[in-house]
C-alpha cells in the first residue's frame, strides 16, 4: 500500500486532530464525526494516525484480529482454544478500513461463504468489513449519504464492540470494537439529530483561510509527493514522539482522577447548554479525561474541559435546524459564562 | 465561421491536445482529466493523441456502466467456480488498471456509489475486493467523459467528489481540429522522466495559492493540482524549473473550472491586508507594483498570482462569468448536491421473497430457494454428468437472490409566488412559512425542492436536496416583482413532480401564491386568459395524483385561488396571519392522508 502522510506533518486543524487523538487513546468515546468542506485532510489524518500507532499484538491466523492479551472479548474461533493454551501471536499495523458509499449489508455486517458452500457444500461465514476494522478505523466518507439503515448498525455495533450475525441459518458474533469516522459535506444533506448524538466528538473543519497556512500545507504535499520516503524521514522523529504520548496516555488513562468540582462543572456546562439525556456529560467527561491523559496530568482539570466541551457537546444541542452555526457559537458562550465567572 | 473565430477554436484544439501530452506524462501523478465534450470524432481524436502518447503497456481500460464489486475491485469468479468446483478468483477491473488509464464514459451519469469506489482507490491506490484477500495495487488515472452541457447541476453533472480529484478540467467543445494531431513523443518520454524532480518555488507556491484565494477555490487540493500539472508542463517545455507561463497553463487548466466567483478586481484585492506572518516579499508588493520594473513582476508573487487569474479567465466562458458574478461566493454550494444511489428493487429494504437472478451487484444470494430451484433437476443433471465433482449441481439459472421493499422518500416541492401582486411583505411572510415547513422536513428527513415563479417564467432554484442550509440561502436570495405566470410555474412543477416518480420517490407540493394570474402560458399579459390557462393546467395536476396544499398568501382568501385549489384537487388553505402552527399541521395531514392512500 502506498506510504501514509505523516501526521505529525499535517498544517493547522487543531481540533480533528485532537479529537482523533482522544479516540486513539480511549476508543470507547464513540467515534468521531468531522464535517466540512473537500480536500480538508480528513481522510489523511486518520490514515496518519493509524501509521504512526504501535503495531498491536494479534491471535496468529484469527480472522477477526483478535487480542491475545484479554480472554473475554475473544471471537468464537479464539475463545473455543480457552486461555489454557497461549495463543501464538504476531504483530499487524492497526487497520484503517473504508466503507464506500453504497455498500452492501452483506458487505459491511459478512454473510454466508457463498465460495465455500457452493464448493465444499460448508456453511461457512465470511467477516465483512466490520471484521476487518477490529480494534482499528472505520472511515467512511459521505457519511451524511449513507443509507440510514446502515449508519444505524454501524453506530449500534460501534457502541456494543460486538458484531452479532442471525441470517440465513448463520449465528455468529465477533468482537467489533473501532474508532467510527465519519465525514461529510453538510452542503450535501444532514444526519438525523438522533444519529448525531451517538457520535461521540464531532469536529467541524474548514479550509485553511490565512493565505500563508494553505501554502505551507501545499507545500508539504508537494515535497512529500516528490519524494516520500526522505519525507517521512524528516518527521520521524515528530511521529515516534506522539506514538510514545499516546502510548503513555493509553496507560496513565485509567489512573487519571476526576474530582467532585469537574463533575459539577461537567453536569453545569451540559444543563447551561441543555443537551439531552447523560451521554453528553459522560462523553466530555471521558474526552476530558483522555486529554488529561495525553498532557500527563494527575486530574482533569479546566483546561482539558475547556477544550474538549465544543467538540464534546456541539452536536447534542436541540437545535434549530435552520440555524447554521449557533451550536457552536452557543457552546463557546456557555463555556466563557462558567469558567470566566 | 469568420476567419479570427476559426483561428481561435484552432487554438483551443491546440490547447487541448497540449493538455493530453501534459497528461500522457504521468496519468497516475496527476490523477487525471475530466473532458467536457460532445461524442465524436473530435473527441476520438484527443483520446487517440493521449493513448499514444502514453508509455507503450500501460493499460487502457473502459468502465461498464452497471459494473458490480466483483468486477470492479475483484473477487470471486462465480461460474468458473461452479463449473471446476474449486475456488476461482479474479482480478478487479482497477487491478488490471495499474499504472495505466481508466476511461469512464457518460460520467455525468456515473452512480454516486460507484464514484465513491474510484475516489477511494484513487486516494489509496490499492483495492481490496473480498474481506481477509491482501489486495491489489491499484494506480491509475481517470480520463471522464463528461458528456453533460455547460450549466447542468447536481444530477447532471459527475459525482463532486471525482471532480475533485482529477487536475485537468478541459472543455471540447470550442474546438476545431485543424488535421490530423500530432504528438511530440520525444519531449513526452523526456519529460516523464524528470516532471517529478523538477521544482516548483516558493514564489510560485504563492502566486498558485493567491491565484486560488482570488478565484474563490476553497479546496487545497485545486492548488496541489495546480502545482503538479506547472511541473509537467514545465518538464514537456525542457525547462529546469517551473516558469510564469507554466502556471498560468497551470491556472486555466485546473483553477479557472473550479472558480466559484468571478475575481475581484485587482485594486479590491490590495486593500485586504496580508494575513499572517508571511516571509515572502508579497508585503511590499504594493510598493513594487508602483514601480514599472516587468522583470520584477514575474517573480513578485501577486504579479504573478494576477497572471494566473488572467489566465484562467480567458478560459471561463462569458456566459458562467456573468453567473459567478451573480453569486455570493459560495457558488460550488450550487455544484453540489448529489445523492445516494438510485434505489433499486433487490439491494436494500426489507426482504419480501425471492426472484431469479445472479447473486451480483449487491444482490444477495436466496441459498433456500436456490436449492429448492436445483432440486428437481438432480436426478437429470447427474444422468448428464456423471462425473461432477458436486454432491448438488448447481446451475447460474437456479440463482434466486432476494426481493426487497423499500419505503419511498418522499420529496416536498415548495412552489413559491414571488410576484409583484404577492406584495413584498407578503412575500417575507411566505418565506416565514416555508422556513417553518421545511423545519418540519428536516425532522422527517425528507427532501426539499424550491421552485419561483415571477415575470414571465418559472425558476427551480433549488433541485430535491436533503441540504436545509442549501434550501434557505436559496429563499433568502430569493428576489420579488413582475407578474404571475401561474401556468408557467404548473408546468415547472410538473417536470419536478416527474423526475421525483422516476426516480421513485413520493412527490408533494405545497404552493403559495394568491393565484391572481396574469400572465398566460405563451407569455403574454391578460388576467383572463392567464386564469383559463391556470385552471386547465390545474386541472391537469390533478390527474398526475399528487398531493397539494395551496397555502392563499393574499391578505383576504381569494376566489381565483380557490376556484384553482378546488381544480387541483388540493387542500385549500388561508393564510391571513401566518400561522406556522396551523401550517404545519396541515402538510403534516396531507403527508399522512397520502400515505394512507398509498399503501
Known amino acids: 500500500?502506498?506510504?501514509?502522510?505523516?501526521?505529525?506533518?499535517?498544517?493547522?486543524?487543531?481540533?480533528?486532530?485532537?479529537?482523533?487523538?482522544?479516540?486513539?487513546?480511549?476508543?470507547?468515546?464513540?467515534?468521531?464525526?468531522?464535517?466540512?468542506?473537500?480536500?480538508?485532510?480528513?481522510?489523511?489524518?486518520?490514515?496518519?494516525?493509524?501509521?504512526l500507532l504501535p503495531p498491536m499484538d494479534v491471535v496468529s491466523g484469527c480472522r477477526y484480529g483478535c487480542d491475545p492479551a484479554s480472554d473475554h472479548s475473544r471471537c468464537g474461533d479464539c475463545g473455543a482454544h480457552g486461555s489454557r493454551r497461549a495463543a501464538r501471536k504476531q504483530k499487524a499495523p492497526v487497520p484503517v478500513v473504508d466503507l464506500p458509499l453504497g455498500a452492501s449489508e452483506d458487505r459491511v455486517v459478512g454473510a454466508l461463504d457463498i465460495e465455500r458452500a457452493l464448493t465444499q457444500g460448508v456453511k461457512a461465514f465470511e467477516p465483512g468489513?466490520?471484521?476487518?476494522?477490529?480494534?482499528?478505523?472505520?472511515?467512511?466518507?459521505?457519511?451524511?449519504?449513507?443509507?440510514?439503515?446502515?449508519?444505524?448498525?454501524?453506530?449500534?455495533?460501534?457502541?456494543?464492540?460486538?458484531?452479532?450475525?442471525?441470517?440465513?441459518?448463520?449465528?455468529?458474533?465477533?468482537?467489533?470494537?473501532?474508532?467510527?469516522?465519519?465525514?461529510?459535506?453538510?452542503?450535501?444533506?444532514?444526519?438525523?439529530?438522533?444519529?448525531?448524538?451517538?457520535?461521540?466528538?464531532?469536529?467541524?473543519?474548514?479550509?485553511?483561510?490565512?493565505?500563508?497556512?494553505?501554502?505551507?500545507?501545499?507545500?508539504?504535499?508537494?515535497?512529500?509527493?516528490?519524494?516520500?520516503q526522505a519525507f517521512v524521514a524528516r518527521w520521524r522523529k515528530e511521529d515516534q514522539r506522539i506514538r510514545r504520548r499516546i502510548v503513555q496516555a493509553r496507560a496513565a488513562l485509567h489512573a487519571v482522577s476526576v474530582d467532585d468540582r469537574t463533575l459539577d462543572r461537567c453536569a453545569r456546562l451540559c444543563i447551561a447548554v441543555g443537551t439531552d439525556g447523560l451521554r453528553g456529560e459522560l462523553t466530555l467527561l471521558r474526552a476530558a479525561r483522555a486529554l488529561a491523559a495525553w498532557d500527563g496530568a494527575a486530574c482533569v482539570g479546566d483546561a482539558q474541559l475547556r477544550s474538549v466541551a465544543t467538540s464534546a457537546l456541539r452536536h447534542r444541542l436541540r437545535r434549530d435546524p435552520l440555524d447554521d452555526a449557533g451550536s457552536t457559537v452557543r457552546v463557546e458562550r456557555a463555556v466563557a459564562d462558567l469558567f470566566d465567572a | 465561421m469568420n476567419q479570427r473565430s476559426f483561428a481561435a477554436h484552432e487554438a483551443a484544439w491546440r490547447d487541448a491536445l497540449h493538455a493530453a501530452q501534459v497528461l500522457a506524462i504521468d496519468p497516475v501523478g496527476l490523477g487525471g482529466v475530466r473532458l467536457r465534450a460532445r461524442p465524436g470524432p473530435l473527441r476520438d481524436a484527443w483520446l487517440a493523441a493521449l493513448r499514444t502518447a502514453l508509455a507503450s503497456g500501460q493499460p487502457w481500460l473502459r468502465l461498464p456502466a452497471q459494473i458490480d464489486d466483483d468486477s470492479l475491485l475483484g473477487g470471486l469468479d462465480l461460474s468458473a467456480t461452479l463449473q471446476s468446483a474449486h475456488t476461482v478468483s479474479r482480478r478487479g477491473l482497477l487491478a488490471r488498471c495499474d499504472q495505466g488509464v481508466l476511461v469512464v464514459p457518460m460520467a455525468e451519469r456515473l452512480a454516486a456509489a460507484l464514484g465513491a469506489r474510484l475516489c477511494a482507490a484513487l486516494d489509496r491506490q490499492w483495492v481490496e475486493g473480498?474481506?481477509?484477500?491482501?489486495?491489489?495495487?491499484?494506480?491509475?488515472?481517470?480520463?471522464?467523459?463528461?458528456?453533460?452541457?455547460?450549466?447542468?447541476?447536481?444530477?447532471?453533472?459527475?459525482?463532486?467528489?471525482?471532480?475533485?480529484?482529477?487536475?485537468?478540467?478541459?472543455?471540447?467543445?470550442?474546438?476545431?481540429?485543424?488535421?490530423?494531431?500530432?504528438?511530440?513523443?520525444?519531449?513526452?518520454?523526456?519529460?516523464?522522466?524528470?516532471?517529478?524532480?523538477?521544482?516548483?518555488?516558493?514564489?510560485?507556491?504563492?502566486?498558485?495559492?493567491?491565484?486560488?484565494?482570488?478565484?474563490?477555490?476553497?479546496?487545497?487540493?485545486?492548488?496541489?493540482?495546480?502545482?503538479?500539472?506547472?511541473?509537467?508542463?514545465?518538464?514537456?517545455?525542457?525547462?529546469?524549473?517551473?516558469?510564469?507561463?507554466?502556471?498560468?497553463?497551470?491556472?486555466?487548466?485546473?483553477?479557472?473550472?473550479?472558480?466559484?466567483?468571478?475575481?475581484?478586481?485587482?485594486?479590491?484585492?490590495?486593500?485586504?491586508?496580508?494575513?499572517?506572518?508571511d516571509p515572502s516579499p508579497a508585503s511590499d508588493g504594493d510598493a513594487r507594483d508602483a514601480g514599472p520594473s516587468n522583470d520584477d513582476a514575474a517573480a513578485d508573487p501577486t504579479g504573478l498570482a494576477e497572471h494566473i487569474v488572467q489566465a484562467s479567465c480567458t478560459t471561463l466562458s462569458a456566459g458562467l462569468l456573468s453567473r459567478l458574478q451573480g453569486s455570493t461566493g459560495t457558488g460550488h454550494a450550487r455544484r453540489e448536491g448529489r445523492h445516494g444511489a438510485a434505489r433499486a428493487g433487490t439491494l436494500r429494504g426489507r426482504p419480501v421473497g425471492s426472484r431469479r437472478g445472479d447473486p451480483r451487484g449487491g444482490a444477495r444470494l436466496h441459498l433456500i430457494d436456490t436449492l429448492r430451484a436445483a432440486a428437481p433437476w438432480q436426478s437429470v443433471r447427474a444422468r448428464e454428468r456423471p462425473s461432477a465433482p458436486l454432491r448438488v449441481q448447481l446451475r447460474r439459472e437456479d440463482f434466486r437472490v432476494h426481493k426487497r421493499r423499500q419505503r419511498r422518500e418522499t420529496t416536498t416541492l415548495f412552489v413559491v409566488d414571488a410576484s409583484g401582486s404577492a406584495a413584498l411583505h407578503r412575500l417575507s411572510e411566505a418565506k416565514a412559512a416555508v422556513e417553518l415547513l421545511l423545519a418540519d422536513c428536516y425532522v422527517r428527513r425528507d427532501r426539499v425542492a424550491l421552485l419561483a415563479f415571477r415575470g414571465t417564467d418559472a425558476e427551480l432554484l433549488l433541485p430535491p436536496t436533503r441540504s436545509l442550509a442549501r434550501a434557505r440561502r436559496c429563499l433568502a436570495a430569493l428576489p420579488g416583482g413582475g407578474g404571475t405566470p401561474l401556468a408557467a410555474a404548473f408546468d415547472a412543477a410538473r417536470r419536478v413532480v416527474d423526475d421525483v416518480l422516476r426516480r421513485g420517490g413520493t412527490p408533494l407540493s405545497v404552493w403559495l401564491s394568491d393565484g391572481r394570474a396574469n400572465i398566460a402560458r405563451d407569455g403574454s399579459p391578460g388576467r383572463a386568459q392567464a386564469h383559463a390557462d391556470a385552471l386547465r393546467h390545474a386541472r391537469?395536476?390533478?390527474?398526475?395524483?399528487?398531493?397539494?396544499?395551496?397555502?392563499?398568501?393574499?391578505?383576504?382568501?381569494?376566489?381565483?385561488?380557490?376556484?384553482?385549489?378546488?381544480?387541483?384537487?388540493?387542500?385549500?388553505?388561508?393564510?391571513?396571519?401566518?400561522d406556522g402552527e396551523r401550517m404545519s399541521r396541515a402538510v403534516r395531514s396531507c403527508t399522512a392522508v397520502h400515505r394512507a392512500v398509498r399503501s
Open chain 1, 1 to 51: 500500500m502506498s506510504t501514509p502522510y505523516p501526521f505529525s506533518a499535517i498544517v493547522g486543524q487543531q481540533e480533528m486532530k485532537q479529537a482523533i487523538l482522544i479516540a486513539a487513546i480511549d476508543p470507547g468515546i464513540g467515534g468521531v464525526l468531522v464535517m466540512g468542506d473537500r480536500g480538508t485532510g480528513k481522510s489523511t489524518a486518520v490514515r496518519g494516525l493509524a501509521a
Open chain 1, 129 to 228: 468489513l466490520l471484521a476487518r476494522a477490529h480494534r482499528g478505523f472505520l472511515y467512511i466518507d459521505e457519511v451524511n449519504l449513507l443509507e440510514d439503515h446502515l449508519v444505524d448498525l454501524l453506530i449500534d455495533v460501534a457502541a456494543s464492540g460486538e458484531n452479532i450475525v442471525e441470517r440465513e441459518g448463520l449465528s455468529v458474533r465477533h468482537p467489533a470494537r473501532f474508532v467510527l469516522v465519519g465525514s461529510g459535506n453538510p452542503e450535501e444533506g444532514e444526519l438525523r439529530p438522533q444519529l448525531l448524538d451517538r457520535f461521540g466528538l464531532s469536529v467541524e473543519v474548514r479550509t485553511p483561510t490565512d493565505l500563508a497556512e494553505r501554502i505551507e500545507v501545499v507545500r508539504r504535499r508537494d515535497a512529500f509527493e516528490r519524494d516520500a
Open chain 2, 130 to 277: 473480498r474481506c481477509g484477500s491482501e489486495g491489489d495495487r491499484a494506480r491509475f488515472g481517470i480520463v471522464a467523459l463528461d458528456e453533460s452541457l455547460p450549466g447542468d447541476e447536481g444530477d447532471d453533472a459527475p459525482p463532486a467528489g471525482l471532480c475533485e480529484r482529477l487536475a485537468l478540467h478541459i472543455d471540447l467543445d470550442d474546438a476545431v481540429a485543424p488535421g490530423a494531431p500530432s504528438v511530440a513523443m520525444d519531449a513526452v518520454v523526456a519529460a516523464r522522466a524528470r516532471w517529478r524532480q523538477l521544482r516548483c518555488g516558493d514564489d510560485a507556491l504563492h502566486a498558485l495559492g493567491k491565484a486560488a484565494d482570488r478565484l474563490g477555490i476553497t479546496s487545497v487540493r485545486a492548488v496541489l493540482h495546480a502545482v503538479r500539472v506547472a511541473r509537467a508542463v514545465a518538464a514537456l517545455a525542457g525547462r529546469d524549473r517551473v516558469a510564469p507561463d507554466d502556471l498560468a497553463t497551470a491556472g486555466r487548466w485546473v483553477l479557472a473550472a473550479r472558480a466559484t466567483r468571478a475575481p475581484a478586481s485587482e485594486a479590491r484585492a490590495e486593500r485586504q491586508p496580508e494575513a499572517g506572518p
Open chain 2, 540 to 578: 391537469a395536476w390533478r390527474e398526475c395524483d399528487v398531493a397539494a396544499l395551496w397555502i392563499d398568501t393574499s391578505p383576504k382568501p381569494q376566489a381565483d385561488a380557490q376556484a384553482i385549489a378546488t381544480a387541483m384537487g388540493a387542500r385549500y388553505l388561508p393564510l391571513p396571519l401566518a
